[in-house]
């Protein structure tokens, strides 16, 4: 097994190596084009490599053409890649022209600093790289994106040009393939398609409006959510959207996150801020009244939004905004209470994944770094012991587990259920954290069966993510075809000609009352054009009706999948709708 592993990472160091010879290959290219160009940084990604450049214009799709071509040429004159390391007087003097270049040099400690040559072109760079250039297997030029350089948005905007690039051909192929299915599930597309949300520049960037058909999703998940929270226990409360700053200096967040935050909003001498989290104010709940131990534990919960500054960067849709709405939750409890309340949110989650019909997930524990008491509370025995609980409750609950030191919150450990997307990638949806922290701060009581007052422990949870992450993840992984219960619209009532409108109302108004979402097609267009158009809106039930339909007190099925049930009665459909929908399957 260890020789497979040996190999394993000698083959990933081998491609990571020829990304990143890839990225100079195409920064040559690139200066062969645009001799004036200026050069930032090329780093390797997951797929392949991207290269930051100053260019006298904006590129073009031609461009990349053009650059690739320059790329193959490269490659098939099979340059030696040579390695110097020379003084940073000298590395300034290469680089002159190169200001990018000129500032890294600068913040590097050594006084050496280490140059690679090809054909054309040196760059400042670390490596390692290939023998030669003639080793760059397979690659192709993907997209042109803008980048601030370092990342600050008060620095000059550089364009990244992305790359893939793999050991073949083929491979190359397989993910230019996962590529164009990732632009067909992208929620972005869909969610414009299908009318679910929309951003309004008037409004700003990361702050989304949720149309109609969007927000019945929304609500259906957060009527879901809620219900089997209070089945489980959970007390919902609602909080303002700000506090006062010095609210958020006693939990730390200010400390901590308050570059993340939103500017400090100042009336009649006090200072407010819109909330990064919701636990302050929930803490504060917990605090309004003296609690004994037989009260413990208190599970306080909230959809509560909560506001965070994202660089514009790096917003998209509604994976990454600056106001989310989290399905959150506090559980105030004692210590030997907290094995068995993370074990029931465990199963809470459980439970709430197979309604939603997920089965790709893993889970990882999120534990601290001790050697870095800047990034966590220097409490060294409280981390052990919250550690080893965590990992005792995954064990008793029977569920593999990775561990990952340095991801913890820091506050406490944390237990992060990564959920595998439709493109395999995974995302944080469910996170159980404990804090022994926050209680310290806020100087929390109980009243012990000693008649002493006691510390409780904090549980912070959440089991769906954000609802804006959470629909986004769902229109990607449905691609946009969502299972009857929680389709914005379950069926389209297609009347063939006019004088059927009035049985389709009528219906409508039969299926309404029985609690199904369904829309009459009353447009003067021909029946194929609305079922098309059904379609296109990938509704799961388009109900056709008429002269036999309507004498018949009938229906015409048809499914999205193309499947016809012709004549069923209104009250068949109605049974064989709401079963489906109980059961959260599909239609039909």
């Given at each position: 097994m260890a020789e497979t592993l040996l190999e394993q990472d000698h083959a990933h160091d081998f491609l990571d190596t020829m990304r990143h010879s890839a990225a100079h290959i195409m920064a040559e290219a690139v200066l062969s084009i645009f001799p004036e160009g200026k050069v930032g940084i090329g780093p390797t990604i997951d797929y392949g490599?991207?290269?930051?450049?100053?260019?006298?214009?904006?590129?073009?799709?031609?461009?990349?053409?053009?650059?690739?071509?320059?790329?193959?040429?490269?490659?098939?004159?099979?340059?030696?890649?040579?390695?110097?390391?020379?003084?940073?007087?000298?590395?300034?003097?290469?680089?002159?022209?190169?200001?990018?270049?000129?500032?890294?040099?600068?913040?590097?400690?050594?006084?050496?600093?280490?140059?690679?040559?090809?054909s054309g072109f040196t760059d400042l760079c670390r490596g390692p790289h290939l023998e030669s250039t003639g080793q760059v297997k397979a690659f192709k030029l993907l997209t042109i994106a803008g980048a601030y350089w370092r990342g600050d948005e008060k620095r000059p905007m550089l364009q990244r040009i992305y790359g893939a690039a793999y050991e073949t051909s083929e491979e190359v192929e397989r993910y230019l393939e996962l590529l164009e299915e990732a632009r067909q599930r992208d929620h972005r597309k869909l969610g414009a398609e299908l009318g679910l949300f929309t951003v309004a520049e008037e409004v700003g960037s990361g702050l989304p409006l949720w149309l109609p058909k969007g927000a019945t999703i929304r609500r259906i998940l957060e009527r879901w959510i809620v219900d089997l929270e209070l089945a489980s226990g959970y007390q919902h409360v609602y909080t303002p959207h700000i506090a006062k700053?010095?609210?958020?200096?006693?939990?730390?967040?200010?400390?901590?996150?308050?570059?993340?935050?939103?500017?400090?909003?100042?009336?009649?001498?006090?200072?407010?801020?819109?909330?990064?989290?919701?636990?302050?104010?929930?803490?504060?709940?917990?605090?309004?009244?003296?609690?004994?131990?037989?009260?413990?534990?208190?599970?306080?919960?909230?959809?509560?939004?909560?506001?965070?500054?994202?660089?514009?960067?790096?917003?998209?849709?509604?994976?990454?905004?600056?106001a989310m709405t989290l399905n959150d939750a506090h559980i105030f409890c004692r210590a030997e209470q907290v094995k068995d309340e993370f074990k029931a949110v465990v199963n809470l989650i459980l439970e709430a994944y197979k309604q939603l019909g997920f089965t790709s997930y893993w889970h990882r524990l999120s534990l601290h770094d001790p050697n870095d008491p800047v990034k966590y509370h220097p409490d060294e025995e409280m981390w052990q012991f919250t550690e080893q609980v965590l990992r005792e409750a995954?064990?008793?609950?029977?569920?593999?587990?990775?561990?990952?030191?340095?991801?913890?919150?820091?506050?406490?450990?944390?237990?992060?259920?990564?959920?595998?997307?439709?493109?395999?990638?995974?995302?944080?949806?469910?996170?159980?954290?404990?804090?022994?922290?926050?209680?310290?701060?806020?100087?929390?009581?109980?009243?012990?069966?000693?008649?002493?007052?006691?510390?409780?422990?904090?549980?912070?949870?959440?089991?769906?993510?954000?609802?804006?992450?959470?629909?986004?993840?769902?229109?990607?992984?449905?691609?946009?075809?969502?299972?009857?219960?929680?389709?914005?619209?379950?069926?389209?009532?297609?009347?063939?000609?006019?004088?059927?409108?009035?049985?389709?109302?009528?219906?409508?108004?039969?299926?309404?009352?029985?609690?199904?979402?369904?829309?009459?097609?009353?447009?003067?267009?021909?029946?194929?054009?609305?079922?098309?158009?059904?379609?296109?809106?990938?509704?799961?039930?388009?109900?056709?009706?008429?002269?036999?339909?309507?004498?018949?007190?009938?229906?015409?099925?048809?499914?999205?999948?193309?499947?016809?049930?012709?004549?069923?009665?209104?009250?068949?459909?109605?049974?064989?709708?709401?079963?489906?929908?109980?059961?959260?399957?599909?239609?039909?």
């Open positions: 490599f991207y290269y930051d450049f100053d260019l006298p214009r904006p590129l073009t799709p031609e461009d990349l053409v053009a650059i690739e071509t320059k790329m193959q040429a490269i490659v098939a004159q099979d340059a030696p890649f040579s390695r110097e390391e020379v003084s940073k007087d000298e590395a300034r003097r290469i680089f002159a022209q190169q200001p990018y270049k000129l500032e890294i040099i600068d913040v590097i400690p050594d006084e050496q600093v280490r140059v690679y040559r090809q700053v010095e609210l958020y200096h006693r939990s730390g967040h200010w400390e901590k996150f308050h570059e993340a935050m939103f500017p400090v909003m100042e009336r009649d001498n006090e200072q407010f801020v819109l909330r990064p989290m919701n636990c302050p104010h929930h803490i504060l709940i917990y605090k309004s009244g003296m609690h004994s131990y037989r009260e413990l534990p208190i599970r306080i919960a909230e959809l509560g939004t909560q506001y965070r500054y994202e660089k514009s960067g790096e917003l998209s849709g509604l994976s990454r905004v600056r995954m064990d008793e609950l029977g569920l593999p587990y990775v561990e990952a030191p340095g991801e913890a919150a820091f506050y406490g450990p944390k237990l992060d259920v990564q959920v595998q997307t439709a493109l395999g990638k995974d995302e944080t949806i469910s996170t159980i954290q404990i804090d022994n922290h926050l209680p310290h701060r806020f100087d929390l009581e109980y009243i012990g069966e000693d008649g002493k007052a006691h510390r409780p422990t904090i549980i912070h949870r959440g089991v769906l993510s954000t609802f804006e992450r959470m629909v986004a993840y769902l229109i990607e992984n449905y691609k946009g075809v969502f299972p009857l219960w929680l389709a914005p619209v379950q069926a389209v009532l297609i009347p063939i000609a006019d004088r059927h409108l009035e049985y389709a109302q009528k219906v409508a108004s039969q299926l309404r009352a029985l609690g199904l979402r369904v829309q009459v097609d009353d447009r003067s267009e021909r029946m194929n054009s609305k079922i098309r158009d059904a379609q296109l809106q990938k509704v799961p039930y388009m109900l056709i009706m008429g002269d036999r339909e309507a004498a018949d007190g009938a229906l015409s099925v048809r499914l999205l999948s193309g499947e016809e049930i012709r004549g069923q009665k209104v009250g068949d459909f109605v049974a064989m709708a709401l079963e489906a929908v109980s059961k959260r399957g599909e239609a039909g």
